[in-house]
Structure formats: structure tokens, C-alpha cells
């Protein structure tokens, strides 16, 4: 897209979706700029101490922030914050059922859980009954 004040990059519009979130080429307009402003795009971020990821194969593209030191340090685009126990509890279940599904089924293109086998896995990580159901309510 051109835009009338020539100072505007043309591929400022897919630039600021990026910084919004992951970008998928369902997305097919903004999809297209990325594609045909990677080097551009790839140039302007890392003037930032961003790296541009693009998968063509797989559709997407997102921003990661590049690590200064040995130490991981970055420049603090995206603030780092603990995970509750529950979400950390949810992303290594999450993990391990797509582990699980990679692993054994190389047919079907997508995992399903239900909000049974859920709430099945879920159980041995809680103790107190009370804070299970209080959390799959949440969830829910």
C-alpha cells in the first residue's frame, strides 16, 4: 500500500500488526505486504533488537525479541512476568498432550481435548478440591 506522505514506509501497516500479535496468512493483505517487505521489515526491526520470524511453509510470521547478553537479557518489549501455578499447570499439560499427539498420530492435522479428559489430567495436580473446581470454573 502507497501512501501519501512519502516519509510513511509502504510496509508500516504489516510493521504495526506485527507489534500487535502473530500474523497468519489467512490474513491475506497483511500477509502479503510481510512477505513482500521481509527484507525491509527484517532490517527495521532489527534496528530494535527484533528478529522478524517468517514461515512461509507453515503460514505465520511474529516478532522475537533478540537476546543482548549471555544472560537473556532483551530490550523489554515484552515484559516477563511468573506464571500462577495453575497457567503453569496448563501449559505443561498442553505440552505434554501435544507431545503425546505428535509423536503417535501423523494422519490427523489437529488435537482435540475435551473438557473431560481435561479436567481427568488436571486432577493429580491439585490437592484441595475447592481450589480444582474454583480453577476449572475459571477456566470454563
Known sequence: MEYQNPRIAPFARSAVKLLQGPISEDQQDVWGEIVQYVVE????????????????????????????????????????????????????????????FESSDLETANLYVTPREFRERIDMFFKEKTNELKFVRDLN
Open 41 to 100: 521489515l527484517t532490517h527495521y526491526f532489527e534496528k530494535i533488537a527484533i528478529e522478524l520470524v517468517l514461515d512461509r511453509r507453515e503460514g505465520y510470521a511474529y516478532l522475537k525479541q533478540i537476546e543482548l547478553d549471555d544472560s537473556g537479557s532483551t530490550i523489554g518489549l515484552v515484559r516477563r512476568s511468573p506464571l500462577s501455578y495453575d497457567l503453569t499447570v496448563v501449559c505443561i499439560l498442553l505440552r505434554e498432550w501435544l507431545f503425546e
